[in-house]
């Protein structure tokens, strides 16, 4: 008796199907790195305002740790630069250095109204972290996407994500008190 044999079409997440720009990378490394960038502002913002609240040690205690987050997040986004290249870029345009730097004893490099400081920390702290959640989301509709000008519309708008991600973060430098140049 011959052997009956099956042929089944290429399942749908085998066929060629739209292509992915190159300047639209869509590694989930870059959204883990925007979540830990994320996660890491947060802490930061909360212990400086612990510091800011308690006094003595244990005022110091926080203050170091915030300082100590925020070497984390220039980490990251050394690492966020380097897997991506439009946002590497994007930074470069903006002047976000990424270096590390001896923390600033009240505040940033950024002139701005101290009794205005605290609220613009946490603005432009929201502000980034509603960018990288943003390019995160727009990432994972790329990368899930099958529809060629979905992709490309999604690529144009991620990638105007990564810059207002960078024009926040030069401005979250500038005035957070964190050591950030």
């Known amino acids: 008796m011959p052997k009956t044999i099956f042929v089944f079409p290429k399942p749908p997440w085998v066929s060629e199907g739209p292509v992915i720009p190159s300047d639209c990378p869509v590694n989930i490394e870059l959204v883990f790195l925007r979540r830990d960038i994320i996660r890491q502002i947060i802490a930061v913002n909360y212990y400086m305002k612990a510091s800011r609240d308690l006094s003595g040690e244990l005022s110091e205690v926080f203050r170091a740790e915030a300082l100590d987050e925020a070497q984390h997040i ?8 380097k897997l991506d ?3 590497a870029q994007e930074f470069r345009q ?6 590390i730097t001896d923390p600033a004893p009240e505040k ?3 002139e701005i109204d101290p009794d205005r400081r605290n609220a613009a ?4 702290s929201e502000a980034v972290k509603l960018e990288a959640e943003t390019i995160n989301e727009y990432q994972e509709q790329i990368a ?4 060629q000008e979905v992709i490309d519309l999604l690529c144009i708008i991620m990638n105007h994500e990564k810059e207002d991600l ?3 973060s030069h401005y979250l430098f500038g005035v957070a008190p964190w050591g950030i140049k």
Do not use: C, K
């Not at 220039?74 to 630069?81: E, F, N, P, Q, T």
């Not at 920390?121 to 432009?124: A, E, F, K, R, T």
């Open 74 to 81: 220039i980490l990251l986004m050394r690492m966020l630069a």
């Open 85 to 87: 290249p439009v946002q």
């Open 108 to 110: 940033g490099n950024l």
């Open 94 to 99: 903006h002047d976000v250095e990424l270096v």
């Open 144 to 147: 899930a996407s099958r529809n």
């Open 166 to 168: 960078a024009i926040f």
């Open 121 to 124: 920390i946490s603005y432009l």
